[in-house]
């Protein structure tokens, strides 16, 4: 299911502050975890979209990992209004997930890249990162006015899938930023024959973007964990993360 839970103790975030706080969204406090770079040297930063699973400590781990690599990090729970799960069943998950509104999350995701612009300290421009349902956000994300200026889905669903509005695919036209992408070759939930036209899309309308596909590893690859069978796919991944973090958001101080 996705990263329902780290396997490895919390590392990420050691020299850097970690708050809680909300963006007000009108109709609720949209709650927000901020990983802030120690010290004062101006920064770009990073959105960090969550799974199916909400906000929970892989996310708040990632979040205090790309602190320490200088980018400030905003991580919204944007299963607010829906709320915590009642129990820890597949069922369950996949029920909340299927009541959250779609196109009110992506305003939350808007909503959040402007705190992020506008934070003291985070002088530069704003990239975002999801995974899995954050993943597939975040392909749309790339198409948003006023969202974000570069985007990175892992093992996001480019193909329209059950209770959603629109998918990716339909929306390649109006991309707007640099797209790195990231997979696993076995991840048959997402499918690779979607992501072959998806990149056929993206290729036919000029777009910029980045495809990286993982030999021998599945769906929610990535990891922390020295000891997991997927660790040095999710290295090389976490490399190429940072990378184009700092080619397209000109570096993080």
Not at 115 to 138: E, N, Q
Not at 187 to 213: H, R
Request: proline letters at 6%; aromatic letters at 8%.
């Amino acid at each position: 299911m996705c990263h329902p839970s780290i396997s490895w103790p919390i590392s990420g975030g050691a020299p850097t502050a970690a708050e809680q706080s909300t963006i007000d969204r009108g109709d609720v406090q949209l709650p927000i975890f901020t990983a802030t770079p120690d010290g004062d040297a101006a920064r770009a930063g990073v959105v960090l979209i969550h799974d199916i699973n909400g906000v929970n400590d892989f996310y708040k781990d990632m979040a205090g990992r790309l602190a320490e690599a200088g980018y400030l990090t905003v991580l919204p729970e944007l299963f607010v209004r829906q709320g915590p799960l009642a129990d820890s069943t597949n069922e369950t998950r996949f029920a909340r997930m299927s009541a959250l509104d779609k196109d009110l999350a992506l305003e939350d995701i808007l909503a959040t890249v402007a705190h992020v612009r506008k934070l003291a300290g985070s002088d530069g421009p704003v990239g975002l990162i999801g995974f899995c349902m954050g993943g597939t956000l975040a392909m749309l994300s790339a198409g948003l006015i006023g969202g974000p200026d570069a985007a990175i889905s892992f093992y996001g669903f480019p193909a329209r899938r059950p209770g959603w509005p629109k998918a990716p695919m339909e929306e390649v036209d109006s991309i707007r930023v640099p797209l790195m992408l990231i997979v696993g070759d076995q991840d048959e939930g997402v499918g690779m024959d979607n992501m072959e036209q998806y990149e056929s899309l993206l290729d036919a309308a000029n777009k910029d973007y980045e495809s990286i596909t993982y030999t021998g590893v599945g769906h929610g690859f990535m990891t922390f964990d020295p000891e997991a069978e997927s660790y040095s796919q999710a290295a090389d991944a976490w490399t190429a993360t940072l990378q184009f973090l700092d080619q397209q958001l000109g570096g993080n101080v």
